[in-house]
């Protein structure tokens, strides 16, 4: 990993000690297993960038394989938004299920440029949370200069629709409280997500990789030079 950027990481306001009272820590629920989504980035020494994402949605999808094929069909129709009965579709909300529509697309495999050349590729795997952990993930390098092991590490929050906020055990209790405070609703959850990360230095073009340290995967590459 590059080195972090001095006193940054320790003004991540997620970089403070967890605080969760024991009995909130004890009612905390599991994680769910993931293992219906699959993202790899991989960047070479001239300096081109692939990330790639890919899901069935859930465990074996449909259900259906194409004969001959081993492939297995999506059920991507489920990212629709719920009905309001099982006849009929919520008739206002965008997500609405239509013909010719495409559901909501919660993959999100990127490439972000810096001076016109790719400088960070990376993409997760966790449902809908994906979404917001790569964003979380682009921000805590952008703007919170951290270093990419630990912009990976850092706690993560999600929230959709509605609140309650969705925050991992290791989020300062503090920030919670002070969230909580200004009216948003606050619950804290395992740790979630599987995301990667590649950072290319352009000044000297070694690639900085970082692990998903929640989920025990490991990257390969690293201090690549031109």
Same mark, same amino acid.
């Given at each position: 990993?590059? #080195? +972090?950027?001095?006193? &940054?990481?320790?003004?991540?306001?997620?970089? =403070?000690?967890?605080?969760? #009272?024991?009995?909130?820590?004890?009612?905390?629920?599991? $994680?769910?297993?993931?293992?219906?989504?699959?993202?790899?980035?991989?960047?070479?020494?001239?300096?081109?960038?692939? +990330?790639?994402?890919?899901?069935? /949605?859930? $465990? $074996?999808?449909?259900?259906?394989?194409? #004969? %001959?094929?081993?492939?297995?069909?999506?059920?991507? $129709?489920?990212?629709?938004? *719920?009905?309001?009965?099982?006849? =009929?579709?919520?008739?206002?909300?965008?997500?609405?299920?239509?013909?010719?529509?495409? *559901?909501?697309?919660?993959?999100?495999?990127?490439?972000?440029? !810096?001076?016109?050349? *790719?400088?960070?590729? %990376?993409?997760? +795997?966790?449902?809908? /949370?994906?979404?917001?952990?790569?964003?979380?993930?682009?921000?805590?390098?952008?703007?919170? !200069?951290?270093?990419?092991?630990?912009?990976?590490? +850092?706690? /993560?929050?999600?929230?959709? &629709?509605?609140? #309650?906020?969705?925050?991992?055990?290791?989020?300062?209790?503090?920030?919670? !409280?002070?969230?909580? &405070?200004?009216?948003?609703?606050?619950?804290?959850?395992?740790?979630?997500?599987?995301?990667?990360?590649?950072?290319?230095?352009?000044?000297?073009?070694?690639?900085?990789?970082? /692990?998903?340290?929640? &989920? %025990?995967?490991?990257?390969?590459?690293?201090?690549?030079?031109?």
């Amino acid at each position: 990993p590059s #080195p +972090a950027a001095p006193n &940054q990481a320790a003004r991540h306001p997620a970089s =403070e000690p967890a605080q969760w #009272p024991p009995m909130i820590a004890r009612n905390i629920p599991a $994680m769910a297993p993931e293992g219906d989504t699959a993202s790899s980035a991989t960047a070479d020494k001239d300096g081109n960038m692939v +990330a790639l994402t890919m899901t069935v /949605r859930s $465990m $074996m999808g449909s259900g259906v394989t194409v #004969p %001959g094929t081993g492939i297995t069909l999506n059920n991507g $129709m489920g990212l629709f938004h *719920p009905t309001e009965s099982d006849a =009929e579709p919520v008739p206002s909300h965008p997500n609405r299920i239509e013909g010719g529509k495409i *559901p909501i697309n919660n993959m999100n495999a990127f490439v972000v440029l !810096k001076d016109g050349q *790719p400088y960070v590729t %990376g993409g997760g +795997a966790g449902g809908r /949370r994906i979404m917001t952990e790569c964003i979380e993930l682009i921000v805590n390098l952008l703007d919170w !200069k951290m270093d990419v092991q630990a912009a990976v590490d +850092a706690p /993560r929050f999600h929230v959709e &629709q509605k609140e #309650p906020s969705i925050v991992e055990q290791a989020f300062a209790y503090g920030i919670g !409280k002070e969230l909580e &405070q200004k009216g948003h609703r606050i619950e804290a959850g395992r740790p979630w997500g599987s995301v990667h990360v590649i950072v290319v230095d352009p000044k000297t073009g070694k690639q900085h990789v970082a /692990r998903e340290s929640r &989920q %025990g995967v490991s990257a390969a590459g690293g201090l690549v030079q031109k």
